[in-house]
């Protein structure tokens, strides 16, 4: 059966997708019943749209598929920290878990206090070193 470690790797390969788009590269999949209904990385540069974060984009296709805003048995996995409107958008959904690799900690949501709705539990550090890998290698580039 899928464990964690295996849709962190599912929400890097999305990470990977915006990397080779020239986007910050985080990477996200809402997972319902071991099966991956939602996917999504970031799009802001392309779309022009601030709220295209990789979490916003496969929270609303998890929702699409299930027909149904409330994803309270669905976990999403998130290759970064979620920032305060990603945190705001699993609130609402209702989660019933948020996994994250990487801590982030100049704007992770942790830093405001607990913004995740009271029954959605909270893992971090899967994978930490290699999605943490992808934001260097994706800042490393832009300052040369």
Not at 104 to 119: A, C
Request: charged share 20%.
């Amino acid at each position: 059966m899928p464990d964690d470690d295996y849709f962190m790797t599912q929400a890097r390969a999305e990470a990977e997708k915006a990397l080779a788009a020239d986007e910050i590269p985080i990477g996200a999949v809402v997972v319902f019943e071991n099966q991956i209904i939602g996917r999504g990385y970031n799009q802001t540069e392309r779309l022009r749209d601030v709220t295209a974060h990789a979490e916003m984009l496969a929270l609303t296709a998890a929702a699409n598929y299930l027909g149904n805003k409330y994803l309270a048995d669905c976990t999403l996995y998130v290759t970064i920290e979620p920032c305060v409107m990603c945190a705001g958008a699993s609130y609402w959904a209702q989660l019933k878990a948020v996994v994250f690799g990487a801590e982030e900690p100049k704007v992770g949501f942790r830093r405001h206090g607990q913004l995740l709705h009271r029954r959605t539990q909270l893992r971090g550090g899967v994978q930490a070193a290699a999605c943490a890998e992808l934001m260097q290698q994706f800042f490393s580039m832009k300052r040369k």
